[in-house]
């Protein structure tokens, strides 16, 4: 069964940096997708970043991109988000998400459609809060 455990959230001020980290166990894939989404209250959840590990293929949605870096760490089974500059936007629940995603792998789909479209990831993490102040 898969697991996944994300740390690293808290609250910070506009302009400064967070580092999420989401500690996966019970994968037996050689390759798969990690994703990080977000959810605020109120709103729909959104896809943030994510990595295919197979070809190292990553995702960025265009509100992130420059500030944020998903990154894997082979070693530990483990995958990062490092969130700089922050902005009060930036307030949710984040979520560590990772999928098989056979299409990715097979090239029907790449990162980025998988993470914006369906089928969704099926496996989640249960959160951690990011509290961005002005």
């Known amino acids: 069964q898969v697991q996944l455990v994300e740390s690293g959230g808290g609250s910070v001020q506009a302009g400064g940096s967070l580092r999420l980290s989401c500690a996966a166990s019970?994968?037996?894939?050689?390759?798969?997708?990690m994703g990080w989404f977000r959810q605020a209250p109120g709103q729909e959840r959104e896809g943030v970043a994510a990595l295919y590990t197979g070809s190292g293929d990553t995702y960025y949605a265009d509100s992130v991109k420059g500030r944020f870096t998903i990154s894997q760490d082979n070693a530990d089974n483990a995958m990062s988000l490092q969130m700089n500059n922050l902005k009060p936007e930036d307030t949710g629940m984040y979520y560590c998400?990772?999928?098989?995603?056979?299409?990715?792998?097979?090239?029907?789909?790449?990162?980025?459609?998988?993470?914006?479209?369906?089928?969704?990831?099926?496996?989640w993490g249960q959160g951690t809060q990011v509290t961005v102040s002005s």
């Open positions: 998400a990772a999928d098989p995603c056979p299409l990715v792998k097979s090239g029907v789909l790449n990162i980025a459609t998988f993470t914006r479209g369906e089928p969704d990831f099926g496996n």
């Open positions: 019970g994968y037996t894939d050689s390759s798969y997708c």
